[in-house]
């Protein structure tokens, strides 16, 4: 079965640009989580979703990112348009229930440089 | 809030030499630890879980770790290093709130593990 995908890999943009980054999800899990981790910071919630709908998005930094879900399958997080401060690894997780004693299963993240 | 401090950002170890990695969590009345490993150009893989139960989990690779609620830590050990586990690790607790659930993690640790 196949794990958590998300694209790209890597992604290197100049200030003000936008980046679009997709997140695939383990099929059937309708829970999906954005997070993000900064200059080897800790990594930190952006938002989750329960199939299309956004359940939480109290993580997201400022109204340049935008995420969607349409369909309840992938979702894609925007950044428009980026700043410096922005660089940093993009993790996604899925799991098909939502709870304190359920894994989430992450992807490999994008590496997003803003130059 | 939950919190997750990881104590040391970086841990060097010897091959075939015991290594512990120092987790301390905030206290809650419910707690779900967890530590993660990110291997260079992987994504995060789930190295072991606390839910409930024995206070002693065994995870992948010859991990174990020890939940010690006096204490609130959640300390990661191995017996023996092998090079293969230089990576990065995240311990994490589950945060639930009326947003619903959340991983929260700490900074992480690097281990580098020497010939």
Redesign the interface.
């Known amino acids: 079965e196949a794990?958590?995908t998300?694209f790209p890999s890597h992604s290197v943009i100049e200030k003000g640009q936008t980046v679009t980054l997709r997140c695939d999800p383990i099929s059937g899990h309708d829970n999906l989580?954005w997070?993000r981790r900064v200059m080897?910071?800790?990594?930190?919630?952006l938002l989750?979703f329960?199939k299309e709908s956004k359940?939480?998005e109290?993580?997201m930094p400022n109204n340049r990112f935008l995420a969607e879900r349409t369909g309840g399958t992938y979702s894609t997080l925007k950044v428009q348009p980026a700043e410096l401060e922005d660089s940093g690894v993009y993790?996604c997780?899925s799991s098909q229930v939502?709870?304190?004693?359920?894994?989430?299963?992450?992807?490999?993240?994008t590496r997003l440089t803003v130059v | 809030a939950q919190s997750v401090t990881q104590l040391d950002s970086q841990v060097p170890v010897f091959e075939e030499a015991p290594v512990e990695l120092r987790c301390n969590y905030s206290s809650s009345v419910s707690v779900y630890l967890f530590w993660y490993v990110q291997y260079p150009n992987q994504g995060l893989q789930l190295l072991l879980k606390y839910l409930s139960g024995s206070t002693l989990v065994k995870g992948i690779n010859g991990f174990e770790a020890e939940f010690n609620k006096s204490q609130t830590s959640f300390h990661l050990r191995k017996p023996s290093v092998h090079i293969s586990d230089t990576a990065e690790y995240f311990c994490a607790v589950i945060q639930s709130d009326t947003g619903g659930f959340k991983t929260i993690f700490g900074a992480g640790t690097r281990l580098f593990v020497k010939a």
């Open positions: 794990g958590v998300q989580y997070y080897g910071k800790e990594i930190k919630f989750h329960v359940q939480d109290s993580g993790f997780a939502a709870g304190g004693n359920t894994e989430a299963f992450f992807g490999q993240g």
